[in-house]
């Protein structure tokens, strides 16, 4: 069971420049999450999908889109990145909501 | 809104002795969800232990125990016999039973963990 994966795990843009950050589950999952963590921070949520099909913004949207392209598969994507969107990003899966979230390795996004 | 607070932003144990980590949350719900995560150096977020608010026993995984006080939205996690392993950034969050918000996991700002040897 690899649990959850992320790519890239690191990455630098120059402002403007769009990206997709990739993630996928292999537990059979129903709900998946997209996280940033920035230093001093907590990790804040970005967008969510409770079930295949369906996604939700979180608290701190702006600038990113989300795609649930299957079960297995919720990727992120910065249209025109922003040096405010230096962070490292989490993804996460549960079968439900209030269950153990498992979080994938991080990847850390510098945007210059 | 909610919000959870961890006030130490550093603690530091001895190893071997037990040190506890305080956190504090606003909620006007009455059923929710509490987690303790841990996180290493290798930047893996990692569940330590999870209480049912509405569940009046505290939640104790091996060495980690947690103190949930609902009256006073306060949840401490102990850890007993600390080794060196244990020094992360321990993170607290919240997340309400149902509703809007129920899938959101709020987190406080962390307290890292230094373990002596």
């Known amino acids: 069971n690899a649990g959850v994966t992320q790519t890239p795990k690191f990455q630098v843009l120059k402002t403007g420049q769009s990206m997709t950050l990739q993630c996928a589950q292999d537990m059979n999952h129903n709900s998946m999450y997209w996280y940033r963590q920035d230093p001093g921070m907590g990790l804040r949520l970005i967008y969510y999908s409770a079930s295949e099909g369906t996604t939700d913004k ?29 962070s490292v990003y989490f993804c996460a899966s549960n079968r439900d909501r209030g269950y153990e979230q498992y979080f994938g390795p991080g990847t850390r996004l510098t945007v210059t | 809104a909610q919000t959870v607070t961890q006030s130490q932003p550093e ?106 040897p």
């Open chain 1, 58 to 86: 979180g608290e701190v949207p702006n600038g990113y889109n989300v795609s649930r392209l299957n079960k297995r598969e919720f990727s992120l994507r910065l249209e025109s990145a922003a040096p405010s969107q230096t």
């Open chain 2, 11 to 116: 603690m530091s144990v001895q190893e071997a002795e037990t040190v506890t980590l305080s956190c504090t949350y606003d909620t006007s719900e009455s059923d929710y969800y509490l987690f303790w995560y841990k996180q290493p150096p290798s930047r893996q977020m990692i569940l330590v232990i999870r209480q049912e608010a509405y569940k009046q026993q505290n939640a104790t995984e091996n060495r980690f125990s947690v103190n949930f006080q609902k009256a006073a939205k306060s949840f401490s996690l102990k850890i007993s016999d600390s080794q060196l392993g244990d020094a992360a950034m321990y993170f607290c969050a919240y997340s309400p039973y149902s509703g809007a918000g129920s899938y959101q996991l709020t987190f406080g700002k962390g307290t890292k963990l230094s373990v002596i």
